[in-house]
């Protein structure tokens, strides 16, 4: 029998994980495949739909137990021509300056926007979708600057730079699973809507330092409702941003909120804002809790596989790395360092600037030291937080890293 007589055309409503995918036989777009192999995830198979994939051939004859060997999973892409975004990275240092205004307009507009609604003015489309392409471009050419400011926070700035971060991170999140520039800022426009709804929750319920009693928290919930009341009435708004807002505190165990959703109810965009949501949560300091650090948050979330889908959860690992650029780590030799860059070949060796000695507490003469050179003997031996060594990470920041 001919080989190609023993592959299957299926349509892409009859594609599960665990299909061994040859080629994409009928589409509404212009899909490639990267290359040929196993839809190991459901939320590959969303992808393909999204990207208006109809009809693929697959081989039966192929199962996962031989995936251990096989090339690498299908994944769908849009190819990249002359002058993409993905053409166009400049080195961290050009684009720090570029992403520190982007983020600080990126607070200003939320600011404004708390103020329109106060006001019973409408919410504009077109400005969201302005810093969403922002920050896009900035994520594209290069990823690392907007991360470092996301890990930059103000005191008392939460309900500001909470949903400015999460943007920040799904468009990362949103590149690594090889999304379409339109569809990533429909979610990036989405997660800096996401909590529009708390502005309505009263301040002594939103402010608490202390645990909110039964009606408290129903009245805090209610923030998700009341952020799908907003942007439903926000002409143009695509169906997948008031998605990511509506889904946010979903979880696939079905005890997230407000609707009890579970397993395939939740859409792939919901599964990955309620990933990067809680990231972030976790890593702020809040009014009632001391943040934590980043890997904590992933270990979190890994343990609670019941919650979160972990197939997504490790592709958000491998978007912003073990240790995220902005992560505060203490080495070996005692010293405390900032991650500076991050290490795509080494991810446990990023480019560090060490500032203190925590045997001696005292600062040191700001160094940069790339982890992943030879003749570097130092290595990170934990992600710290800087209220444990009484650090002001913020002045740092400003002092050594943004100039």
Not at 116 to 122: C, E, H, K, S, T
Not at 239 to 250: K, L, Y
Not at 346 to 357: A, G, I, S
């Amino acid at each position: 029998m001919n080989q190609a007589n023993q592959f299957l055309t299926i349509a892409i409503n009859d594609l599960v994980p665990g299909m061994y995918v040859v080629a994409v036989l009928k589409q509404k777009g212009r899909v490639e495949i990267k290359t040929e192999g196993w839809v190991r995830t459901e939320a590959i198979i969303q992808q393909l739909k999204q990207k208006g994939v109809l009809e693929l051939l697959v081989d039966p004859s192929k199962n996962l137990q031989q995936a251990d060997s096989a090339p690498a999973p299908v994944q769908a892409v849009q190819p990249a021509g002359p002058g993409s975004k993905k053409n166009r990275v400049i080195p961290y240092s050009e684009e720090l300056g570029q992403a520190q205004v982007l983020y600080q307009q990126a607070k200003g507009l939320q600011k404004k926007a708390f103020a329109d609604i106060q006001a019973g003015r409408p919410l504009m489309l077109q400005p969201f979708q302005d810093c969403a392409n922002g920050m896009i471009e900035s994520v594209f050419r290069n990823q690392d600057a907007l991360l470092c400011m996301s890990r930059i926070r103000e005191k008392d700035a939460y309900l500001l730079e909470h949903s400015v971060n999460v943007s920040i991170l799904m468009t990362i999140f949103a590149k690594q699973m090889g999304f379409e520039q339109e569809l990533i800022q429909q979610l990036a426009t989405g997660a800096l809507l996401h909590d529009m709804g708390k502005i309505k929750v009263p301040d002594h319920i939103l402010n608490k330092p202390g645990r909110l009693d039964p009606d408290e928290l129903k009245e805090m919930r209610n923030h998700v409702l009341y952020s799908f009341e907003l942007l439903e009435a926000v002409p143009g708004l695509s169906p997948v941003s008031i998605d990511v807002a509506a889904v946010h505190h979903e979880r696939l165990d079905g005890k997230g909120y407000p609707l009890g959703l579970k397993d395939q109810q939740i859409s792939m965009y919901g599964r990955m804002i309620a990933i990067v949501d809680t990231y972030d949560a976790i890593t702020a300091t809040r009014c009632y809790k001391e943040g934590q650090s980043g890997i904590t948050a992933l270990k979190i979330m890994k343990k609670e596989s019941h919650s979160y889908d972990q197939e997504l959860l490790s592709q958000f690992i491998q978007a912003i790395g073990i240790h995220p650029v902005g992560t505060l780590v203490k080495l070996k030799s005692q010293k405390l360092a900032i991650v500076l860059r991050a290490n795509k070949t080494d991810p446990l060796r990023p480019v560090v600037k060490v500032f203190y000695h925590t045997k001696f507490r005292h600062y040191l003469e700001v160094q940069e030291l790339d982890l992943a050179q030879a003749k570097v003997d130092d290595e990170i031996e934990a992600a710290v937080m800087p209220e444990d060594f009484g650090i002001d990470l913020m002045r740092f920041f400003r002092q050594s890293v943004l100039q």
